[in-house]
């Protein structure tokens, strides 16, 4: 009975949000934080504050609206991934490569982007203030709010 209640409480609940909530896949988040290794994995909305990622190879991923504040990402491989409504803030991605990566409206304030590479990426709505962006590479790059931020040549 339980079920079925449920099965017909979906559509209603899906019609008032207006879309379905993804949720990161714990196998994803499980495999990433062991190996740091999760190339095209789904990591949607993954708690991920704080994390040690260090040169971590997530390629494709999908990341939108996860929570990576404070997050060490150093020279970690981002190209490509959907970083769209991340939380950034304070988060060390000195030297990663962005390359053409979605950070449509990410929160970046306070991020070390020291040397990071933006070739190419969606900066749409991504808030800058107080970020390092010395020696960042933005050639191509849409976007982006860059008020208060450190070292941005474009």
Excluded: Q, W
């Amino acid at each position: 009975m339980k079920k079925l209640l449920i099965l017909l409480l979906i559509p209603f609940v899906v019609g008032l949000t207006g879309h379905v909530i993804e949720a990161a896949n714990k196998t994803h988040v499980k495999k990433l934080k062991k190996t740091k290794k999760c190339n095209g994995c789904n990591l949607t909305r993954a708690r991920l504050n704080g994390t040690r990622l260090v040169r971590a190879r997530l390629r494709r991923a999908n990341l939108s609206r996860a929570k990576l504040r404070g997050a060490k990402l150093r020279s970690a491989d981002l190209r490509r991934a959907n970083l769209s409504k991340a939380d950034l803030r304070r988060a060390n991605l000195r030297s990663a490569k962005l390359s053409y990566a979605n950070l449509r409206g990410a929160n970046l304030r306070g991020a070390n982007l020291r040397g990071a590479d933006l070739r190419g990426a969606n900066l749409r709505g991504a808030r800058f203030k107080g970020a390092n962006l010395r020696g960042a590479r933005l050639k191509g790059a849409k976007g982006g709010n860059f008020r208060g931020a450190r070292g941005v040549k474009r």
